[in-house]
């Protein structure tokens, strides 16, 4: 999925944080869902799936598999789509 989205290059983040979702289910947490803030920061009434990605350790610059933890459901925040 990580390079699919073109998230590996030109380097890769240590982790990634996505919410499994549809996009209208995701923008709704920024709208009657949650609440935001002046900075389009927002929290979610209700926890959300999420899933994280994280680089495998030892992998060398440039190579940058990742691998998956666990989806969790966990009330948190978002960034406004």
């Given at each position: 999925?990580?390079?699919?989205?073109?998230?590996t290059?030109?380097?890769?983040k240590?982790?990634?944080?996505?919410?499994p979702?549809?996009?209208?289910?995701s923008?709704a947490i920024?709208?009657?869902g949650?609440t935001?803030?002046?900075?389009?920061h927002?929290?979610n009434?209700a926890?959300f799936?999420?899933t994280?990605c994280?680089v495998?350790?030892g992998?060398?610059?440039?190579?940058?598999?990742?691998?998956?933890d666990?989806p969790?459901?966990?009330?948190g925040?978002?960034?406004?789509?």
């Open positions: 999925m990580m390079p699919r989205w073109n998230l290059t030109p380097f890769c240590p982790t990634h944080t996505f919410t979702a549809p996009a209208s289910q923008q920024c709208g009657h949650g935001s803030d002046r900075c389009y927002c929290d009434k926890g799936r999420f994280t994280r495998v350790p992998s060398h610059l440039g190579q940058s598999p990742h691998q998956q666990p969790d459901l966990q009330p925040k978002a960034h406004e789509l």
